[in-house]
């Protein structure tokens, strides 16, 4: 398996821009995570999907963050419009397991976000 | 609150040597306890997922502990390696949330 895919994998925009990420999850695996990481703040969860339904979407930091995973192998998280405090790396993560439990999560690679 | 504290937060060791991290947490509802692996550039990658009755679990040369009680946990590296060297996340979750800790840095040095 190739494990989970995430484009693009560097994305530079300016203020203003529409951007959106994309994730492959590993197939078979029934939950879906998106992750922002900053030197400041560390690993947040931003959303959780399971069966392609959003869970829990807490994290997400404001309105112009929304994501949907429209079948069980493709998900999007956009930011409309982006802000230099969006930059980060983001990763998608999926697993075998629904819930915040024992369940293996698989990380992508990430997308390093700058917007200027 | 709900957070994890993980110390120290930057580690330089010797090639060989071992090492122990550490993570405190205050999480509840609690139910289990991961440490990760992230390498420079690459996301990371489960070392060890425990149980809140759990003690101990291993993961070749990487050995964590928990103590539910003291709401303590540990990761010890045995005879380190270069390859070693990464960002060490320790996660507490629970009900219905992930907490994550702002990582060790850990390097290992010829």
């Known amino acids: 398996d190739a494990g989970v895919i995430q484009s693009p994998r560097h994305e530079v925009t300016e203020m203003g821009q529409e951007v959106t990420l994309r994730c492959k999850p590993i197939s078979g695996h029934n939950s879906l995570f998106w992750y922002r990481q900053t030197m400041m703040r560390g690993l947040e969860l931003l959303i959780y999907f399971n069966n392609n339904v959003p869970i829990d979407d807490s994290g997400m930091p404001e309105d112009r963050f929304s994501a949907k995973m429209p079948n069980a192998s493709f998900s999007t998280l956009k930011i409309q419009p982006s802000e230099p405090r969006d930059s980060a790396v983001y990763f998608c993560?999926?697993?075998?397991?629904?819930?915040?439990?024992?369940?293996?999560?698989?990380f992508g690679p990430g997308t390093r976000l700058t917007v200027t | 609150k709900n957070q994890v504290e993980q110390s120290p937060q930057s580690l330089i060791i010797l090639e060989g040597k071992n090492c122990t991290l550490q993570?405190?947490?205050?999480?509840?509802?609690?139910?289990?306890l991961r440490w990760y692996k992230q390498d420079t550039g690459r996301g990371p990658v489960s070392l060890t997922i425990m149980t809140f009755s759990e003690n101990t679990k291993s993961n070749g040369r990487y050995t964590a502990t928990l103590d539910a009680d003291t709401k303590q946990s540990s990761l010890h590296i045995t005879a380190s390696q270069l390859s070693d060297s990464a960002s060490y996340i320790c996660v507490a979750g629970g009900g219905n949330k992930l907490v994550f800790g702002a990582g060790t840095i850990l390097r290992v040095k010829s």
């Open positions: 993570c405190n947490y205050t999480v509840s509802p609690f139910s289990n």
């Open positions: 993560a999926s697993s075998p397991t629904g819930g915040y439990g024992l369940g293996e999560q698989y």
